[in-house]
């Protein structure tokens, strides 16, 4: 009998644990959750919270259940009445109650114990497996599934600690609830995350002043139409077909190449496109209002490449990973990240009417007694009363007072390894970690974000794959070994 952890229970730590219910090799084993109370079973993202904030993806594309992609779909019309709804796009809220029932369905089939605690220290043994400790608990494990959920937000003005800075906006609910009528509210980021905010503060009907800072201006798309499609040019068989040719990669430039094959297959202009909607500014909005161009077909594309995006990382030399993330990742994240459209006609309403103010090239932040004084472009001050941060997460890591005390033992002992491109090293695809102390650490595997330059862009279906994947090469590993 093994004994495993799964620490974190958002939708990585669910994934695993439906995942390890699924399989038979691991029903007589031991498994202990680990995750605080507030967010067991939901994660930050899709804990209980306001409805009105939104998930940026329609249903059809977040099953939690490795045979059946329209589950979510399914369980809305089953649980909320809500007919033809695969392109919908539901609350956060919603899908954190989904994943709860997930949670319950797994724990009958394989009674984990639940520790509803924080982990605080995590160290290897000698024998190869890995301690575990609360503030109340220590416990020894021969797996450990990580699962922690998102890296820390950003500060790029180092606004921590001042009392009417929202480093952490979410639960909304609960962060912003004290903020009194009629005040001047500064949201840091143009990106979902401050149209989420935008939204939430216009519907409290409080009054509210809203500025929206950055340094760019530039804002997601919506995100249109996407019809079912197969790609024929981006496909792993042409993948592992060029990797043969080439030592075992493939060049940046092919993949370039099937791309534009794709888009031409599908009738789609990728470059007006890029022309049209690449900087995200109130014109180029309003313009896709108008005529989008059938920009839901290049998501389409995007979007479908979804479950190979690990693996085509993989085999692009480091060289060529540089290129991407430097010319090509910031094009590429805009198409594939887009907003609802009930969300972009709210943001195009309230700032042509005046309702909200768009204040480009954010430069600094200056804290005088009970306000903020944002510098802007043209070196205009803005003064608001409070800033809530919406610049996203701290792909590098490193230890500092931003991290959670789990996160800063792991990296100060050496037991996890940056990656260049963000998050931590793990093999792939079994995701054990690679440690510069320990060498590769059999049987620690690590989940969701903090394998974002290995996993690029793992939203919560691909979470789900991951996790079934991992599982399953797990179970076939411990079969070998016992045979």
């Known amino acids: ?22 399989n038979t090799s691991y029903h007589q ?6 995750d605080q109370s507030k967010t067991f079973g939901t994660g930050i993202p899709y804990q209980s919270d306001s409805e009105w904030l939104l998930i940026n993806q329609t249903a059809d594309t977040m099953s939690l259940d ?12 089953q649980k909320k009445g809500i007919q033809n709804g695969q392109k919908v796009f539901f609350p956060r809220s919603w899908f954190g109650d989904y994943m709860q029932e997930k949670l319950a369905s797994a724990v009958q089939v394989v009674h984990p114990k639940i520790t509803q605690e924080l982990v605080t220290d995590f160290d290897v043994q000698e024998d190869g497996t890995y301690l575990v400790q609360t503030s109340t ?5 021969d797996a450990v599934h990580l699962c922690i959920g998102h890296l820390p937000y950003q500060d790029p003005y180092h606004l921590l600690h001042n009392k009417k800075y929202i480093h952490n906006p979410y639960p909304v609910k609960e962060k912003l609830a004290d903020i009194p009528s009629e005040s001047r509210i500064g949201i840091i980021g143009t990106g979902l995350t401050g149209i989420d905010l935008m939204r939430y503060l216009k519907h409290q009907d409080k009054g509210y002043s809203v500025h929206i800072f950055s340094r760019y201006n530039q804002f997601s798309l919506y995100r249109g139409y996407e019809p079912e499609i197969t790609l024929t ?29 794709e888009c031409k297959d599908k009738q789609v202009d990728f470059d007006d496109l890029r022309t049209s909607f690449s900087k995200g500014t109130k014109e180029q909005l309003e313009r896709q209002l108008r005529n989008d161009k059938g920009i839901g077909m290049l998501q389409a594309i995007i979007h479908k490449m979804d479950a190979h995006l690990a693996d085509f990382m993989q085999v692009l030399t480091e060289a060529d990973k540089e290129i991407f993330y430097s010319e090509y990742e910031p094009l590429f994240k805009h198409f594939r990240t887009p907003m609802p459209k009930e969300s972009l006609k709210e943001l195009l309403q309230w700032w042509n009417s005046g309702e909200i103010d768009v204040w ?21 001050t803005v003064e608001v009363d409070y800033l809530v941060n919406a610049t996203g997460h701290d792909m590098n890591v490193k230890s500092s007072m931003y991290q959670s005390d789990l996160m800063n033992q792991l990296i100060e002992k050496q037991i996890i390894e940056p990656e260049r491109f963000g998050g931590v090293k ?9 440690s510069q102390r320990f060498g590769i650490l059999e049987r620690l595997f690590i989940h969701g974000q903090l394998i974002q330059g290995i996993q690029y862009g793992n939203n919560a279906h691909l979470l789900m794959q991951q996790a079934y994947q991992v599982v399953n090469i797990d179970a076939k590993e411990q079969m070998k070994i016992k045979n």
């Open 137 to 141: 608990t220590t416990e020894v494990y």
């Open 29 to 34: 084993d031991q498994i202990m959750l680990y």
């Open 426 to 434: 793990v093999i792939w695809p079994s995701a054990e970690a690679i």
């Open 233 to 261: 040019h981006l496909t792993v068989e042409n993948v592992q077909q060029a990797k043969a040719q080439h030592n075992g990669f493939v060049p940046l430039k092919q993949m370039i190449e099937w791309f534009y094959l």
């Open 66 to 77: 490795s045979e059946d992609p329209l589950d979510f779909v399914k369980w809305a019309e």
């Open 360 to 380: 480009e090239r954010m430069q600094s932040v200056e804290v005088d007694a009970a306000k903020f004084k944002v510098l802007v472009a043209d070196d205009e």
């Open 1 to 22: 009998m093994n004994r495993i952890a799964i620490i974190g229970m958002g939708a990585a730590g669910v994934s695993v644990l439906n995942a390890l219910a699924r």
